[in-house]
Nanobody, 118 residues
Framework: QVRLVESGGGLVQPGGSLRLSCAAS????????MGWYRQAPGKQRELVAT???????NYADSVKGRFAISRDNAKNTVYLQMNSLKPEDTAVYYC????????????WGQGTQVTVSS
């Protein structure tokens, strides 16, 4: 069984920073793409950023230049550094990891709340 444990959310003022972490443990191997998604109240879940096993990153236009995704393959962990946070960044943030060989598996974290407010 695979567990994805997120941490790092919280309340921050506009312009502030937070760093999210998502650590995978259990029977996980050959980790492929890792990513962060978010869901604001009344809205659909949307992609924030992804990083491939080779380190190629992709960002939503709304966070480009402010957020940075990275991964530590030795720790099976993906990070999201969020700078210059705005109230519209308020959402529950979820990590997603894809792993496996011929058969691919997908797992989601439990979600962590990020609230940007003065």
């Amino acid at each position: 069984q695979v567990r994805l444990v997120e941490s790092g959310g919280g309340l921050v003022q506009p312009g502030g920073s937070l760093r999210l972490s998502c650590a995978a443990s259990g029977s996980i191997f050959s980790i492929g793409p890792m990513g962060w998604y978010r869901q604001a109240p009344g809205k659909q879940r949307e992609l924030v950023a992804t990083v491939t096993s080779g380190g190629t990153t992709n960002y939503a236009d709304s966070v480009k230049g402010r957020f940075a995704i990275s991964r530590d393959n030795a720790k099976n962990t993906v990070y999201l550094q969020m700078n210059s946070l705005k109230p519209e960044d308020t959402a529950v943030y979820y990590c997603k990891i894809i792993w496996g060989g011929v058969r691919r598996y997908e797992g989601w974290g439990q979600g962590t709340q990020v609230t940007v407010s003065s």
